[in-house]
């Protein structure tokens, strides 16, 4: 069970004066939690079958502006409901919020008690029904990496961001000393999502100043992305609740590190054999892998709006920071952006390092499992393995440079518009286009560097 609670363990909680409070979220666009928190007596009562939502929810952008020009929600159609429906095998404890318990919902429409197709817990649903029809069962894991500042939230909205002050002053990959600095929210985060059932393998300092990362153990794909929506609540949660403040931006300043979120992917059959691994194959990579490997090479650029979603998440790939800038393959190669871990092993698997820190896990799971699919269905032929410094491999398959360019990719792409529906594909490149055009009315604070003076 990917939760840790069932329906009548809450009950026995509630009525022993544990939890009073239950978060009953969705997931938006943007791969946040949307939601309510009730009152857990009125949960275990009934509140668990379904509540609302205004339906603007899958169309806002990040300030929650009312963004014209989605089919689903508009003024002109008067912005009504959606059912909100939990799910109840989601239901845990939340260690870190007293008397807390959440669950995470599917969204439905109001009248057909459909799911909304544009609903990214429901775009990945599609994508895993798939895999399981085809006789493979997905398994994932979304690495996280953040940083950590000195700052409150409260702090940066008074003074501005002006003043953000990472929690160390030096990169700190792997050091153990930092990070023994830091353990007032990493074991909190830790424990907390431990004791909410989220199987949490480490945590570690990163290649910058202030950066960290938390892996946790790869489960299957839904149960993954449920796990790293809350992982990212429960981050900012703690931090808040010790003064400090963490950002899951791709690069949040020109000069730092990015934050990645790689994505490991494996297939198994349901008897639980690994579909990826053939030990007489000179890596271990079996002919399965192999295909899905190039579906999804096949696929990168059309899909890369998904692991990369914002203007700012294009800033993320440049030369020499550890971020891919070319969607090839390659075996233990951090300079790729499909990197081929556990070769040899039952653990052989494709790790994608393309998508940042701000991807919609649901998404960027749903896209690359779409690909992967793709490839198998088709038989693909795997293309011949790039070694060395991919930075400078001239003739390579690019990444794209910026959102738009994304965006036309996703939009002209034939393989995605059949993958997830014209529909889903038209509101997600609708999204990526308002982003670019919120953007580029954006005058910004190096604009002002640069010309305040000069110009
Ligand atoms: P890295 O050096 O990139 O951090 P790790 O060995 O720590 O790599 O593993 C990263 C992630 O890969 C972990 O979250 C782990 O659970 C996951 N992982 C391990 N085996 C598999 C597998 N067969 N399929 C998918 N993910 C896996």
């Not at 953000?164 to 792997?174: F, M, V």
Request: net charge negative.
């Amino acid at each position: 069970m990917p939760g840790n609670l069932t329906l009548d363990a809450l009950r026995e909680a509630v009525d022993a004066g544990e939890i009073d409070t239950v978060i009953v979220a969705a997931i938006d666009m943007q791969g946040r939690l949307m939601g309510k928190r009730f009152h857990a007596a009125h949960f275990v009562d009934g509140g668990w079958r379904e509540t609302h939502c205004c339906n603007y929810l899958l169309t806002v952008d990040m300030e929650m502006h009312t963004v014209p020009g989605y089919s689903t929600a508009s003024w002109e159609k008067g912005y009504g409901d959606y059912t909100v429906k939990p799910d109840l095998s989601t239901l845990r404890r939340v260690p870190w919020l007293e008397g807390t318990a959440l669950v995470l919902c599917d969204i439905l429409d109001h009248l057909t008690h459909e799911e909304v197709p544009q609903s990214p817990r429901a775009i990945l649903k599609r994508q895993v029904a798939r895999a399981r029809a085809m006789g493979f069962e997905p398994m994932m894991a979304t690495e996280l990496e953040f940083y950590v500042f000195e700052n409150s939230y409260d702090a940066l909205r008074d003074q501005g961001t002006g003043g953000l002050t990472p929690i160390s002053a030096y990169n700190e990959d792997y050091h153990i000393f930092q990070t023994t600095k830091e353990e007032a929210l990493m074991r909190s985060l830790r424990n907390g999502l431990y004791g909410s059932g989220i199987v949490v393998e480490n945590t570690k300092g990163e290649a910058d100043s202030g950066q960290a990362e938390i892996n946790v153990r790869y489960t299957d794909a839904l149960e993954m992305a449920d796990a790293h929506v809350i992982i990212k609540n429960a981050t900012k949660e703690i931090a808040h609740s010790i003064g400090k403040s963490v950002t899951f931006m791709a690069k949040y300043a020109t000069e730092k590190a990015g934050s990645s979120s790689h994505v490991h992917q494996s297939l198994w059959t349901p008897d639980g054999a690994a579909a990826f691994h053939d030990p007489a194959d000179a890596h271990g990579m079996s002919e399965v892998m192999k295909q899905y490997l190039a579906g999804q090479l096949a696929h990168a650029r059309d899909l890369t709006l998904f692991l990369a979603p914002y203007v700012n998440s294009y800033k993320r790939f440049t030369v020499g920071l550890f971020a891919p800038t070319k969607a090839v393959w390659s075996r233990d190669n951090r300079t790729a952006g499909f990197r081929i871990c556990g070769e040899g092993t039952k653990a052989v698997r494709v790790e994608c390092r393309i998508g940042g820190s701000d991807l919609n896990p649901y998404l960027a799971c749903a896209a690359l499992l779409a690909a992967g699919l793709d490839g198998i269905e088709k038989k693909m032929d795997l293309e011949p393995e790039l070694r060395g410094d991919m930075y400078h491999a001239e003739a390579a398959r690019e990444i794209p440079k910026t959102l738009r360019e994304a965006a036309d990719l996703a939009k002209a792409s034939d393989w995605l518009r059949a993958a997830f529906g014209a529909e889903v594909v038209d509101h997600y490149v609708h999204a990526a286009r308002w982003e670019v055009s919120e953007s580029e009315r954006a005058v910004t604070d190096w604009d002002l560097r640069r010309g305040l003076e000069r110009a």
